[in-house]
């Protein structure tokens, strides 16, 4: 069970930061940055999104910074707008401008503008005639669109992309939230070293930066430099509650160094500031745990039973874990039956079950014992009381990873396969391209998507048809409409199942035959796929 605590708390520090970091940046514009605002949304425990630090300067795209407002007749977009003039006015130039700007709309000399035209052609000016701000003020102009181009990408998972067009970026200019952004595309992407690199050069440019800090403190983490990670962290210690992951950091950090004592008090220290969180509470017990501190366990575990609904699915084997620690526990202090409670508790988080029976027959022996006196007062569990429950889980755990992993070999498959064969479909359709495979295919989904277009029809013509008088007649015709309705639906969803079978077909068949130059690289990548999913089933019949 040592091991298993281990295996638990060294996934779960992972998982952790990262969910930390995600849950930072959504909300750092809080007013209250402790307790629960920095709570991530369940569906979502790792991070999908990268947001900009609090301490970097307000980016080109707000309002404050570029002019992004309405002032007036004109809308000007920038505080060069504003003035009316070129980004390359001299300051002279600048300044003749604001004075004749001013006499147009000051509203003591014209009674009827608005006097916030003024104040925003005031503010563009005061930005504008310092030198320092205009210098800062024209990088962040340049780099104005960069936020633009690498936030979608960043948002949709797209990060070999987004990192491709942040060395374009980057070339112009540099800001430490755009070289956060990169690094956080050099982190999804597997580039660490260059994700380093990064987040020094970020820091070297804004050294108060927290964020900066905690996402090179969370990379050192992820590479297995616990203490390079911890050093960081404390340094700042004084600041936690403006960043709270860096609280979980340091825990992680500790207890990977198997510090757990310490690492029970910083995350005491993380959920302070960051409110009960299942990233935070179940690391927390299962530290416990490895100090033998049963209270502190079965508090975070008791918390855990009690929102285990709302636990995303990822973190359920983390919470089976903990439950299982609460056995192990018990078992230590004698107290065999409420460790039946537990294991129902692991069985309620989806723990398989001969897993669960042969703990909960290793506890009834355990009693039986008791009962009879034939357990020395002394009695401690050794280290293979448990291996039957570790290997048991563990090999469930493997089985069920497998399985997952090819169903998303095959869901990827199945998307190249379709996507070759629709493209081959739309060349022929162009009179771009001459293969009999694909005029064949062609035909098949012309004629099924005829066939989609007939049953339509017979939607509408349900959908419009007249209702009979009467109530009875009334619900009569509305039962029957009802199922030839999801009978036309289910046909509909049938013919477009079918279609992607053409697809599919047409792209195997041409395949076969000879692979077009335009699709070798999926070709390629096919064959890639296919050697993964033998092997993971290899591995399958191996289990069996």
């Known amino acids: 069970m040592v091991e298993l605590l281990g295996i638990g708390i060294l996934v779960l520090v992972v998982i952790g930061v990262v969910s930390a970091l995600a849950g930072a940046s959504t909300s750092r514009t809080t007013n209250n940055p402790r307790a629960k605002d920095y709570a991530p949304a369940p569906q979502a425990p790792r991070p999908q999104t990268f947001q900009p630090s609090s301490t970097s300067p307000p980016r080109p795209s707000d309002p404050a910074a570029a002019g992004d407002t309405e002032t007036g007749p004109g809308s000007p977009r920038n505080h060069y707008d504003v003035l009316g003039v070129p980004r390359d006015s001299s300051s002279e130039d600048i300044k003749k401008a604001f004075h004749r700007r001013a006499r147009e709309l000051h509203p003591d000399l014209n009674p009827g503008i608005d006097r916030s035209h003024f104040q925003r052609l005031q503010q563009a000016f005061s930005v504008l005639s310092n030198p320092a701000s205009r210098a800062e003020y024209d990088l962040l102009l340049q780099t104005g669109g960069a936020f633009e181009r690498l936030e979608p990408l960043m948002r949709a998972g797209r990060f070999e992309d987004a990192f491709a067009a942040a060395h374009e970026i980057l070339a112009q200019a540099e800001t430490a939230d755009l070289l956060l952004m990169v690094a956080t595309a050099c982190i999804e992407t597997g580039r660490i070293h260059l994700a380093l690199d990064y987040l020094c050069r970020a820091e070297a440019i804004a050294p108060d930066n927290l964020f900066a800090k905690a996402q090179r403190a969370g990379t050192y983490l992820q590479m297995g430099y616990f203490q390079a990670a911890l050093d ?27 510090r757990f004592r310490e690492a029970t008090q910083a995350y005491n220290a993380a959920r302070e500031l960051f409110g009960d969180v299942p990233w935070i509470v179940i690391p927390h017990g299962l530290v416990a745990a490895e100090d033998d501190d049963f209270e502190t366990s079965e508090g975070s575990a008791r918390w855990v039973v009690e929102h285990l609904n709302e636990l995303p699915v990822d973190a359920r084997q983390f919470a089976i874990m903990l439950f299982l620690a609460m056995v192990h526990l018990l078992v230590r202090r004698h107290r065999f039956e409420e460790g039946h409670h537990w294991v129902y508790q692991a069985q309620q988080a989806g723990l398989d079950w001969d897993t669960a029976s042969g703990v909960n027959n290793q506890l009834t022996e355990l009693q039986r014992l008791k009962a009879s006196d034939d357990l020395p007062g002394n009695w401690r569990p050794g280290e293979s009381l448990f291996d039957k429950a570790k290997e048991g889980w563990h090999e469930y755990q493997r089985k069920s990873a497998i399985e997952a992993e090819a169903k998303e070999i095959e869901a990827l498959q199945k998307e190249i396969l379709t996507a070759v064969g629709k493209d081959a479909c739309a060349l022929i359709h162009s009179g771009e391209w001459e293969s009999q495979i694909a005029k064949d295919a062609y035909a098949a989904v012309c004629a099924k998507l005829k066939t989609i277009e007939e049953l339509e029809g017979q939607l509408r013509e349900i959908d419009n048809r007249e209702r009979p008088d009467g109530i009875l007649q009334s619900l009569l015709d509305a039962g029957g409409a009802a199922i030839k309705s999801s009978e036309v639906k289910s046909k509909i969803a049938g013919a477009r199942t079918d279609i992607d079978g053409i697809y599919m077909s ?14 070798k690289g999926q070709a390629a990548r096919l064959d890639r796929l296919s050697f993964e999913l033998d092997a993971l089933r290899r591995q399958m019949r191996l289990m069996k």
């Not at 195997?508 to 130059?517: G, H, I, M, Q």
Request: proline share 10%; glycine share 2%; hydrophobic share 40%.
């Open 232 to 258: 960081i962290v404390e340094r700042v210690r004084p600041r936690w509650d403006e960043l709270p992951p860096l609280a979980e950091i340091a825990a992680s950090s500790l207890a990977n160094q198997g």
């Open 506 to 519: 047409c792209t195997r068949s041409l395949f076969k035959a000879n692979v077009p130059d335009r699709w």
